[in-house]
């Protein structure tokens, strides 16, 4: 048996049409990322790689649990939409975007992933599940009590301002680097008329050698605008096709 999660936790995944190697189709992953860039929401790398894997899952449970009852939850970035302008509140002020994963609770809660992977609980206030994907399904599913942030959602974001490539650079170190053993260890920028493109460099250069053309959507691409110094999140998609999306969705409007 995979000592990657507990007996119980495998049990409960099991039931759920999981097993360890599963993936889902591709189209989903493109159809979750385009529904939320429409609504102006980036799917990090680290939702990508856990989606592709859980997406759609809902783990049915009832009961106590290690220090609070366990609930239903479901992984689905679309059902945290309308939470969408609230995580990003929270999102300012924890200094992390939060992307819509899944929610909690029959839909009491919304679950979110930051860019390094850790999963929070959006339960009238934030909470913080875990520092990795795994580590929050396994909290859910055996019912531990998350973390409490005492945090103030943002209402006012700071006004846009043109950047440099050194501002640019640390945007992209913090949106990149770090976040667990198989994460991003560097990254590399390409200039453009608009901004920077950041592909991430990581320890093994094979780790993504995978004839599945959409092995790769988890590593991820970021682009960094120096006009305001937004950085959204892209697909692993070749770069011409990268920055002719950036164009038609911040360009040519």
């Known amino acids: 048996m995979s000592s990657r999660f507990p007996k119980g936790v495998i049990e409960a995944l099991t039931a759920t049409g999981w097993h360890d190697g599963i993936r889902i189709c591709g189209d989903e992953l493109l159809r979750w990322y385009r529904a939320l860039g429409t609504s102006g929401i980036d799917l990090p790398p680290s ?17 106590p649990g290690t220090d ?20 990003a509140a929270y999102g300012a002020a924890l200094g992390r975007p939060l992307a819509p994963i899944g929610e909690f609770d029959l839909g009491r809660g919304r679950l979110a992933m930051d860019p390094l992977g850790a999963v929070y609980l959006w339960w009238g206030d934030l909470w913080k599940v875990a520092d990795t994907f795994d580590g929050a399904l396994i909290a859910l ?36 680097v770090g976040g667990g053993p198989n994460a991003p260890v560097d990254f590399a920028m390409t200039a453009f008329e608009f901004g920077w493109l950041v592909q991430a460099v990581h320890a093994d250069p094979g780790s993504f ?26 697909p692993s998609l070749p770069e011409a096709i990268v920055l002719k999306m950036f164009r038609e969705r911040f360009v040519d409007m």
């Not at 856990?50 to 997406?55: H, V």
Request: charged share 30%; no cysteine; net charge positive.
């Open 47 to 63: 939702a990508m790689t856990a989606l592709r894997e859980f997406g759609g899952m809902t783990v049915h449970q009832y009961g």
């Open 68 to 87: 609070m009852s366990r609930m239903p939850f479901r992984i689905d970035p679309l059902v945290g939409l309308q939470a969408g302008d609230t995580l």
């Open 141 to 176: 599913i055996e019912g531990r009590r998350p973390v409490r942030l005492d945090l103030t959602p943002s209402r006012a974001p700071l006004p846009a301002r043109p950047i440099d490539e050194a501002e640019a650079r640390d945007k992209a170190r913090r949106h990149v």
């Open 209 to 234: 050698a995978d004839p599945d053309p959409f092995a790769s959507l988890g590593s991820g691409q970021w682009i960094v605008d120096r006009r305001d110094g937004r950085v959204t999140t892209w």
